[in-house]
């Protein structure tokens, strides 16, 4: 399984704009001046340091005309990224089962995102798409109860992989938990052990692709809430990239 090194910046967009050389097709992605977008709010600006968002993105291998589903986008921050990366080639489509008003702006704003409201469980892409992108969002997933018993995650992952073109990719990040904690903290201190998401992903037929310690921290022991002040923004984060099978 591959790790991502923890490089700077700069290093980063040379290795990605090195990677993308090899097919004169698809343009680099310009990660410094997706950062530096003056239409990004200045609350996720602050956020940069912690969320690492370039690395991330580049990790996830998402490139210029990529089709990205992404899960509950909230407040747009990565979407601004993704729509970004993407560039005018590609879409973002942001799929919310209650889209909020600033989300909505968003796409306004930005031809290559398209809002798409939809149950929980659903993924209403009008498209296959090259890349489904959850962040911190899958601990959630398991607190939605669906009518008939279980929660969301089984279908999502089911309706990820329908979504995705053979060969795509399924990116989560989320808060861990512990070894042996599993799904049982997911509604009180929202946070899963990645061990049981990667096995649940697994068993809907994806592959494990990669995984990255750039967003581990060591001190957190995994007993706090996640947004406690002190810990909000430092969490042990696990990274996972998953693989549809090409057939």
Not at 140 to 169: C, M, Q, R, S, Y
């Amino acid at each position: 399984m591959n790790k991502l090194p923890t490089a700077g910046l700069a290093g980063l967009i040379l290795l990605t704009a090195a990677a993308c050389a090899t097919t004169a097709a698809v343009p680099s992605v310009d990660y410094a001046a997706i950062l530096a977008d003056p239409s990004r709010p200045e609350a996720d600006r602050i956020r940069d340091l912690d969320r690492k968002p370039a690395e991330i993105v580049a990790f996830a291998g998402v490139k210029a005309g990529d089709k990205v589903a992404e899960l509950a986008p909230g407040g747009g921050y990565f979407t601004r990224i993704l729509s970004g990366a993407v560039g005018p080639a590609g879409r973002v489509y942001a799929i919310a089962s209650k889209p909020s008003a600033g989300l909505q702006a968003l796409a306004a704003a930005r031809p290559n995102v398209v809002v798409a409201a939809g149950a929980p469980g659903t993924i209403p892409a009008p498209e296959p798409v090259d890349v489904v992108w959850t962040t911190l969002n899958y601990h959630d997933f398991k607190n939605v109860k669906l009518e008939g018993g279980g929660d969301a995650a089984a279908v999502i992952n089911a309706a990820a992989f329908k979504a995705l073109k053979p060969g795509g990719t399924y990116f989560i990040v989320d808060h861990e938990a512990g070894a042996g904690v599993g799904a049982s903290a997911s509604s009180t201190l929202h946070r899963i052990e990645g061990a049981l998401v990667r096995r649940e992903v697994e068993e809907a037929g994806f592959r494990l692709d990669g995984q990255s310690d750039l967003l581990r921290h060591l001190a957190d022991d995994h007993s706090t809430k996640v947004q406690e002040s002190g810990i909000r923004g430092k969490t042990d984060q696990f990274i996972l990239r998953f693989r549809k099978p090409r057939k």
